[in-house]
């Protein structure tokens, strides 16, 4: 069941604690979710409450029960509480107590309002972060509740040599986008290094920045999920094929191309395929907005039908292009291991 379901219903306080508790652990269980199939956490049962153990999937926002564990989810009398009397009729002097079904009507309104009020306290709130109001302002998403079991060292590494490679290009970037930027029409120059080389370099700090935030925001739950060597092919082959896709459109080009975004194109259609009820928030007209990373997929894949639109026609320089075609190997590999990776612990 969902967490925000489960909210909503007398059970809300022993659900908000379960939801903190998992959200604190940083080791995983044994158990892969059955919708994401990433590793969830193992909730013991709580001080003041007999509990199961139940299993939590931060990134789906769901509470796994097993036969008959949902039984002995304590009810929100069973939590220890002050004593509230009783609804009462007053008819004179005489206080006549209401039937049982009015008194069940009343608690449900009582628990509907106060799952509200969470809602609104919680439900849509800002980031857990401050530093994450920066990108919220230049309009960039959040992750919401997402922890990985395995530092993904592989994402950071990545992201450390493409930002020193890029630094020190743009001490004299023009040269440097002459002599390893990608030029279409001389694809073969260097033997072909230039596909690679291109990746490297970024055309000012706010191209750099924009790409590095998707590589680490998506990056390391997927390398959590493939793997470390699965998770760096992934990206080469995305950036690949997203350059053989730019190259395709006009082979007679004498514009480099530079960036990234390509590969790590696939790492966003691969979260997103992997991981469709993870979510994430955006800042909208200065209100945060909660979305399922499904939604956040197809609304990215619109802009970049529409952006290559616009390339082909000739009205932005932005390679859309490469885009689709990370995008398509990121759908490729969710395809293989959507059931999740087979000798994962060799990889």
Same mark, same amino acid.
């Given at each position: ?131 994450? @109001?920066?990108?919220? !302002?230049?309009?960039?998403? $959040?992750? &919401?509740? %997402?922890? /990985? +079991?395995? =530092?993904? @060292?592989?994402?950071? !590494?990545?992201?450390?040599? $493409?930002? &020193?490679? %890029?630094? /020190? +290009?743009? =001490? ?176």
């Amino acid at each position: 069941m969902g967490v925000g379901l489960l909210t909503k219903t007398l059970v809300r306080d022993y659900v908000t604690r379960v939801w903190a508790v998992a959200r604190l652990r940083t080791n995983a269980g044994g158990r892969l979710c059955p919708v994401c199939r990433g590793p969830m956490v193992e909730v013991a049962s709580l001080p003041d409450y007999a509990s199961p153990v139940l299993d939590v999937c931060r990134r789906c926002h769901l509470l796994w029960f097993d036969p008959r564990e949902f039984e002995q989810v304590p009810a929100i009398s069973q939590v220890p509480q002050p004593a509230a009397p009783r609804p009462t009729l007053t008819e004179g002097t005489s206080p006549t107590p209401l039937p049982s079904a009015a008194v069940e009507l009343l608690a449900v309104q009582r628990a509907q309002a106060d799952a509200a009020r969470f809602d609104r306290a919680h439900g849509h709130a800002g980031p857990e972060m401050w530093w994450q @109001w920066i990108p919220g !302002l230049m309009g960039l998403p $959040i992750e &919401v509740g %997402s922890r /990985v +079991a395995v =530092a993904p @060292w592989a994402t950071r !590494l990545l992201a450390a040599v $493409i930002a &020193v490679v %890029s630094i /020190v +290009a743009l =001490a004299d970037l023009r040269r440097a986008v002459e002599l390893f930027g990608l030029i279409p029409a001389q694809v073969d120059r260097y033997f072909g290094l230039t596909l690679v080389t291109s990746f490297f370099l970024h055309g000012g700090l706010m191209h750099l920045a924009g790409n590095l935030y998707y590589l680490l925001l998506f990056g390391d739950n997927v390398e959590d999920y493939l793997g470390p060597r699965r998770f760096l092919l992934l990206v080469t082959l995305a950036a690949l094929v997203g350059t053989i896709a730019h190259v395709a459109f006009d082979p007679r080009s004498d514009v480099p191309v530079i960036g990234a975004s390509g590969g790590i194109s696939g790492l966003v259609a691969f979260y997103g395929f992997t991981f469709p009820q993870a979510k994430m928030t955006f800042l909208i007209w200065f209100r945060w907005v909660r979305v399922p990373a499904y939604a956040f997929l197809a609304f990215w894949l619109v802009l970049q039908a529409l952006t290559a639109w616009q390339q082909i026609s000739g009205l932005t320089s932005v390679s859309a292009l490469a885009h689709l075609g990370g995008a398509a190997v990121g759908i490729w590999f969710w395809l293989i291991w959507r059931n999740g990776p087979k000798s994962r612990q060799n990889v």
